[in-house]
């Protein structure tokens, strides 16, 4: 038998969260299909140090080149934009270019 624990927390608008244990199982499931899944992790995040612009654009490049062929690439992008993610590649954009999709058009 599973144990359904429920987590209760706040999103960044202030807004009350919970989810269940057994939610975050099946939320989470793709995670173990996607392309990245043993990747180092440096490809997909900035350096803690500052970053030259070519080093970045190259770094970026390689990240968007194994989300473009990644089974899950739209699950991790809808959850990155749900959680506003505000750092890395995830499904194949940067925090940037999520910030400008998800702009309203004028």
């Given at each position: 038998m599973t144990a359904n624990i429920t987590t209760m927390g706040y999103?960044?608008?202030?807004?009350?969260?919970?989810?269940?244990?057994?939610e975050r199982v099946d939320r989470d499931?793709?995670?173990s299909s996607a392309a990245c899944a043993g990747e180092m992790g440096s490809v997909f995040y900035p350096p803690l140090r500052p970053e030259r612009k070519a080093a970045r654009a190259s770094r970026e490049r390689r990240a968007k080149a194994v989300c473009a062929s990644c089974p899950v690439?739209?699950?991790c992008?809808?959850?990155?934009?749900r959680r506003n993610e505000r750092y890395g590649i995830w499904g194949g954009l940067t925090d940037k270019e999520r910030r400008l999709a998800?702009?309203?058009?004028?």
């Open positions: 999103h960044d608008d202030g807004e009350l969260v919970t989810m269940s244990s057994l499931d793709w995670q690439r739209v699950a992008l809808e959850q990155a934009v998800a702009e309203p058009v004028a």
